[in-house]
């Protein structure tokens, strides 16, 4: 079983709608929780961190963290083709080391 | 403007000679790492640092080596012994020892093999 799981897509939306992904985790003891978001051929930047369970919502973009079931996902509103891109779930498992997943492609369609 | 830089954007490596991707960070930041990404398999930590003078072997540490003298650079050496060397390298930063670390992210390296 891998630390971090996602969905490696392409999950295709049309343009305004919700855009959900997902993420699962197998270390209980993980405490944060980050998504980045990746361009082809560019570095990963943050875009949402969460620490407790419930929903955190930063703009368009909420996250949601189950500890009890281990996942974590992320919602995106009103997408846009500015999002298409991969979405990358990152564990941090102490010690200043984090897990990445292998990333959800996005494909926000006009 | 504070930030990671990575040099150079694009590597070339011939069979048996080492090559050294260079990280530099204005940032301040006590952490620092080296991931290496291939298609489809995420980011994987190859060594990190959380002072100077000190380093930490990652997930796939093998064939690469690393150096921390200053607190702002942390180059990685990608030796001979490394047989599959061709990916994207991303070196990164972070300000805070604890739990909720954020991390900051160079522009990259792309290595391939000639």
């Known amino acids: 079983q891998k630390e971090v799981e996602q969905n490696s897509g392409p999950l295709s939306v049309p343009e305004g709608a919700i855009a959900s992904l997902n993420c699962t985790y197998s270390?209980?003891?993980?405490?944060?929780f980050f998504w980045y978001r990746q361009y082809s051929g560019k570095s990963p930047e943050l875009i949402m961190s969460?620490?407790?369970?419930g929903d955190k919502e930063d703009g368009r973009f909420t996250a949601q963290l189950n500890k009890a079931s281990q996942y974590v996902s992320l919602l995106i509103r009103d997408s846009q083709p500015s999002d298409s891109a991969t979405y990358l779930c990152?564990?941090?498992?102490?010690?200043?080391?984090?897990?990445f997943g292998t990333g959800t492609r996005l494909l926000v369609s006009p | 403007d504070g930030g990671i830089t990575q040099s150079p954007k694009y590597l070339f490596r011939k069979e048996g000679q080492n090559v050294t991707l260079s990280c530099e960070q204005n940032?301040?930041?006590?952490?620092m790492y080296w991931y290496r990404q291939d298609p489809g398999q995420g980011l994987r930590l190859i060594y990190y640092?959380?002072?100077?003078?000190?380093?930490q072997k990652g997930d796939i540490a093998e064939g690469y080596s690393v150096s921390r003298e200053k607190k702002e650079s942390f180059p990685l050496t990608v030796t001979s012994a490394q047989k599959n060397p061709t990916a994207f390298y991303l070196c990164?930063?972070?300000?805070?020892?604890?739990?909720?670390?954020?991390?900051?992210f160079g522009s990259g390296t792309q290595l391939s093999v000639l």
């Open positions: 640092s959380q002072i100077v003078n000190d380093f």
């Open positions: 969460i620490y407790s369970n």
């Open positions: 990164a930063s972070s300000s805070k020892t604890d739990s909720n670390e954020k991390l900051f």
């Open positions: 990152a564990v941090n498992k102490g010690f200043q080391k984090l897990v």
């Open positions: 270390d209980r003891v993980s405490q944060s």
């Open positions: 940032l301040n930041h006590d952490a």
